[in-house]
């Protein structure tokens, strides 16, 4: 029947290997079906805890006062009075992107006011980035970047008229070649 010895031992060979296959395959398809759980997961995060502090186009002003240091020489200071007005952009759980339509620096006797700018406000993490193109009087255009930390505790909700406090501190707060900043003890209240 079989020529040589050789034949069949390959063909048995190709018909238990054929076996295998379709035994994995069987299993590959039943064994998700068997393994799904009978009940629900329970998240560790409560649906509380997962929802968001305010809305997409919720309003602000952040407002504070502080010193700015020369950042070629921080001996030389000067006051700082800070007023911006920002938007809520986007909002997912504990997150906001952050739109800065308008507001002033002023810095000593210079003022600066805001062209654009953007941020993030993470309620997780208690901290605050923004990014900010400022115009002195002549015209040209200046960076500002201000890092904060939410120093006041935070609440489940932010309605109108609420307020947190944060400390924006220096180095991180700049206006780029020109000042550190900090503004300890600002304020971001919601106004809409």
């Known amino acids: 029947m ?3 010895l050789g034949d069949y031992r390959r063909l048995k060979i190709i ?9 994995a395959s069987a299993v590959t398809v039943a064994v998700p079906v068997y393994a799904k759980s009978d009940h629900s997961v329970k998240s560790e995060h409560s649906a509380q805890s997962r929802t968001t502090i305010f809305g997409k186009g919720a309003s ?6 502080g010193t700015a240091y020369d950042i070629a020489d921080q001996t030389k200071t000067a006051n700082v009075d800070l007023r911006l007005t920002a938007t809520a952009e986007k909002v997912t759980f504990g ?3 952050l739109s800065i339509s308008e507001g002033t620096l002023k810095v000593g006797s210079e003022t600066f006011t805001v062209e654009k700018g953007t941020g993030r406000l993470n309620v997780h993490s208690k901290k605050i980035l923004l990014h900010i193109e400022l115009k002195d009087g002549s015209g040209k255009i200046w960076h500002l970047i201000l890092y904060g930390k939410i120093s006041s505790s935070i609440p489940k909700t932010l309605p109108n008229g609420s307020s947190l406090t944060v400390d924006f501190m220096k180095p991180q707060s700049k206006i780029a070649g020109k000042w550190f900043l900090s503004i300890p003890s600002a304020t971001i209240t919601r106004s809409a």
């Open 2 to 4: 079989f020529k040589k």
């Open 95 to 97: 997150v906001a992107k």
């Open 60 to 65: 602000f002003t952040i407002t504070g006062t």
């Open 15 to 23: 018909a238990v290997l054929s076996i295998l296959v379709i035994v």
